[in-house]
């Protein structure tokens, strides 16, 4: 291995961690002003939404570019389910939930010390993730993660995402290796580990709840790990 290829979402950040607890918060405290909405209504509203939001891949691909107003229309649907609609506050809760997730984002523990002794090592390191170009920037630089990589490589900045080839090649290029000599590491089995596979890079799966891979996958990672540590 020559280079090393990393995600950043639930690989080097606990992005998932709260997600549930930030959506409840979010209504409640959105909810708070006299409003006649039944929270726990519209909490559950929210599970249903969202799945329904994000599982069409042409809509999860053009919205995951501009997460708050992705956020903003899951909470107008869900309002909208339980007979409440209201774009004024279909917006505040959006805005809520957005500063109570990054309030509850945190680095995985051993990230800082794998990042730290992989570049002391001189293996030349790219940052590959889909996603929101201002979002993803923030948890960047919040986390001064920028000074590990040679290269970083934003969806919402690139133009295009993971799975696409365009992505990898793009990294691999920056970094001066070819696509035998590296491995991607990320948790998401078909942008991360399938796709890196097709051009053949060594695709790492990193199932840190261990739940095994899905059962009717046909997504073959070439290693699974439980953490960066195991890498």
Not at 36 to 58: H, I, N
Request: glycine share 10%; aromatic share 8%.
């Amino acid at each position: 291995m020559k280079a090393l290829l990393l995600d950043l979402d639930d690989t080097l950040l606990d992005y998932t961690g709260g997600v549930e607890e930030s959506w409840t918060q979010a209504c409640a405290s959105g909810c708070a002003d006299g409003r006649t909405v039944d929270v726990r209504q519209l909490a559950a509203a929210l599970v249903g939404v969202r799945r329904w939001f994000w599982d069409d891949p042409e809509r999860n691909k053009k919205e995951r570019l501009h997460m708050l107003g992705a956020w903003t229309k899951i909470v107008a649907h869900a309002l909208a389910e339980v007979g409440s609609a209201d774009d004024a506050l279909a917006e505040a809760i959006a805005r809520e939930y957005a500063a109570r997730r990054r309030e509850r984002m945190r680095l995985f523990p051993e990230a800082l010390a794998c990042l730290d002794g992989w570049k002391r090592a001189g293996l030349p390191l790219a940052l590959v993730t889909n996603g929101d170009a201002v979002q993803q920037r923030d948890k960047i630089e919040r986390w001064d993660l920028a000074r590990f990589f040679d290269v970083i490589v934003i969806e919402g900045e690139f133009g295009t995402g993971k799975p696409d080839e365009a992505v990898f090649r793009h990294a691999l290029g920056k970094v001066g290796v070819g696509p035998a000599d590296a491995v991607m590491v990320g948790d998401n089995l078909e942008f991360d580990v399938d796709g890196a596979q097709r051009i053949g890079l060594r695709g790492v799966w990193i199932d840190r709840h261990e739940r095994g891979l899905p059962a009717g996958t046909t997504v073959a990672p070439w290693k699974i790990v439980r953490s960066l540590t195991d890498l």
